[in-house]
């Protein structure tokens, strides 16, 4: 997989994983529930939440180290292409030898 998809891969993941967290919302209140019941309920929930941040986090986590990887290679090709521009101007500035001319011939007339 190409590091262009993979990072298309991994921004979806966390679009996904954000909005899963927002249809969480807060922790649910059941007012008819025994106390008991609440805590349970809300520790589920807090769990759950948990789970999505941790998943969250990791997904950033491999998003990020994919754009690192792509920075590198921008940073590698601007290097590369800095060094071609280098090398094409000093071919451009460097005098030119001055080479030896071979004197025109003359036609010779045949009468």
């Known amino acids: 997989m190409g590091a262009g998809q993979a990072i298309y891969e991994l921004r979806k993941q966390i679009q996904k994983i ?20 609440n805590l349970l309920r809300s520790n589920e929930h807090l769990v759950e939440v ?38 094409q101007s000093l071919l451009i500035s460097e005098p030119k030898k001055h080479r030896k001319r071979s004197k025109p011939r003359k036609k010779s007339s045949k009468k």
Do not use: A, W
Request: aromatic fraction near 6%.
């Open 18 to 37: 954000t909005s899963e967290l927002k249809s969480l919302g807060n922790s649910p209140e059941i007012p008819e529930l025994i106390q008991s019941t």
């Open 50 to 87: 948990n789970s999505k941040r941790s998943e969250l986090i990791s997904t950033y986590k491999q998003y990020s180290k994919e754009l690192e990887k792509m920075l590198g290679t921008v940073f590698d090709i601007q290097r590369d292409l800095k060094e071609i521009l280098t090398s």
